[in-house]
């Protein structure tokens, strides 16, 4: 157990301790029920630098392997949000440069360096889960599979050189040695280069109680004062802050070496909004507390209320957030018979923790359920499009967040 603070070894706050929680994309066989891994999911606060993260987050290679289940390519609005962020890079920062170099890490199958492919410039991804990694190197990508490190930057450099841009998605917020990664990234990184990430906001899971964020893979909960205060002490500072919608809310941050570039307005904007709102006050975590509990509550009720109507309900998307969700609230295949998903590792096994089956899509599309809960909430829009027969046709949707809803 870590009990201090991964970045400035202060004392942790604890904020909500979900009970004990199996990995979120260990979906497993029946044969494998008995020697299934648990460990205690507990969500604490820094109270000097404010940075939310796990108490304990299990081993990464437990997590981050050759069997891998979460594939970046499943939704098309990603592939759409990452084709936008391809451009705006090469329009912003590679356009004027000639011979320029983008490393990715956790490029996963190669959503986002699919975009550089065929371009004069050179791209690496790094990615551990070798079996996704290997889909991107099928397809052209030019993959290291391997988790990124400061040792690992002094290898990237001397055989490709300094990187102008160097990008992570839903990566940064996985990687427990943070300060490895940022002494790399200041390695790797040209002087006049810059650092783009993206992750969940903080604030939209505070906002929206957006608690099944809340799982093994994700050590920290960033926000712009938390991640100032960890990149000063390395010489970076934050010089933009953009809002995505992407996974319920995130933000884009663009990290410089101090005074090289331009600070834009949205960085004060989020630090005044997070001041204001007392985000890394450990008091202000106590609602979120409350609000967590009551959604439990309520859908656990929600879904026993189905059971005795003798609705049919099923899951849609086996996502990482529904272990969470699962595990806290105890449900079984009982009160949701299955959870249909598109990504072929993932089906015919169960889900972590509470065994239900994960079926494939087209046992949705063959046998429409009265009741459906959006587990992928995080791709409304796109489900949505997707599935308006079965909303026209009065299919019922359940979601969450806010709070637990009908629709
Ligand atoms: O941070 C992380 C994010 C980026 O991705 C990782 N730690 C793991 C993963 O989290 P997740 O599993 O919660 O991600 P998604 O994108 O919410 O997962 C969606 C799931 O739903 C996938 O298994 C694919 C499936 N899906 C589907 O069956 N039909 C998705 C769509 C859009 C669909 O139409
Ligand atoms: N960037 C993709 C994938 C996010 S899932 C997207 O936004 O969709 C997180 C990814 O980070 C996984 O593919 C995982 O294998 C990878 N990862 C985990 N730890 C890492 C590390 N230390 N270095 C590089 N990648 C890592």
Redesign the pocket.
């Known amino acids: 157990m870590s009990e201090i603070c991964r970045i400035c070894q202060f004392k942790l706050n604890e904020i909500i301790h979900f009970g004990k929680m199996p990995l979120?994309?260990a979906f497993l066989t029946q044969e494998q029920f008995d020697h299934e891994y648990f460990f205690d999911l507990i969500l604490c606060i820094c109270p000097r630098c404010g940075m939310l993260q796990l108490q304990y987050q299990p081993d990464p290679k437990e997590m981050f392997h050759d069997h891998y289940?979460?594939?970046?390519s499943?939704?098309?609005?990603?592939s759409e949000h990452f084709l936008h962020f391809a451009n705006d890079i090469k329009n912003t920062y590679l356009c004027h440069k000639k011979d320029s170099f983008i490393v990715e890490i956790g490029s996963?199958d190669g959503i986002f360096l699919k975009n550089f492919l065929h371009t004069s410039i050179k791209h690496l991804g790094i990615e551990p889960s070798l079996n996704v990694a290997k889909v991107a190197q099928e397809n052209g990508i030019h993959t290291l599979s391997d988790f990124f490190s400061k040792n690992l930057s002094t290898q990237i450099i001397a055989k490709y050189g300094k990187a102008d841009v160097i990008t992570a998605?839903?990566?940064m917020?996985?990687i427990p040695n943070i300060t490895s990664v940022v002494q790399g990234v200041i390695e790797l990184l040209h002087p006049d280069g810059v650092f783009i990430f993206e992750?969940?906001y903080v604030g939209d899971i505070l906002e929206i109680n957006s608690f099944?964020?809340i799982?093994d893979?994700?050590v920290f909960y960033f926000s712009v004062t938390s991640l100032q205060n960890l990149f000063q002490q390395f010489g970076l500072e934050i010089i933009k802050v953009e809002p995505q919608k992407v996974?319920g809310g995130s933000l884009r941050y663009t990290v410089a070496f101090q005074n090289t570039h331009h600070i834009d307005t949205s960085v004060h904007y989020y630090q005044r909004k997070e001041n204001s709102q007392r985000i890394s006050d450990p008091h202000i975590w106590k609602q979120f507390q409350k609000n967590v509990h009551e959604i439990r509550d309520n859908f656990i009720t929600t879904l026993n209320d189905l059971k005795k109507q003798k609705k049919s309900v099923v899951g849609?998307?086996?996502?990482?957030?529904?272990t969470t969700v699962l595990n806290f609230c105890n449900i079984q295949s009982d009160l949701i018979s299955y959870i249909?998903?598109?990504?072929p590792i993932?089906q015919f096994k169960y889900s972590p923790g509470t065994h239900i089956p994960i079926l494939p899509?087209s046992e949705f599309q063959k046998n429409k359920p009265d009741y459906t809960v959006l587990?992928?909430?995080?791709?409304f829009d796109?489900?949505m499009q997707?599935e308006i027969d079965y909303t026209n046709s009065r299919g019922k949707w359940i979601i969450f967040f806010p709070q637990v809803k009908v629709l």
């Open positions: 979120a994309n289940a979460f594939f970046s499943t939704s098309h609005k990603m996963n998605a839903n990566v917020c996985h992750d969940p099944d964020q799982y893979e994700h996974h849609y998307g086996a996502t990482s957030k529904s249909c998903d598109t990504t993932k899509y587990f992928a909430w995080n791709h796109e489900i997707k």
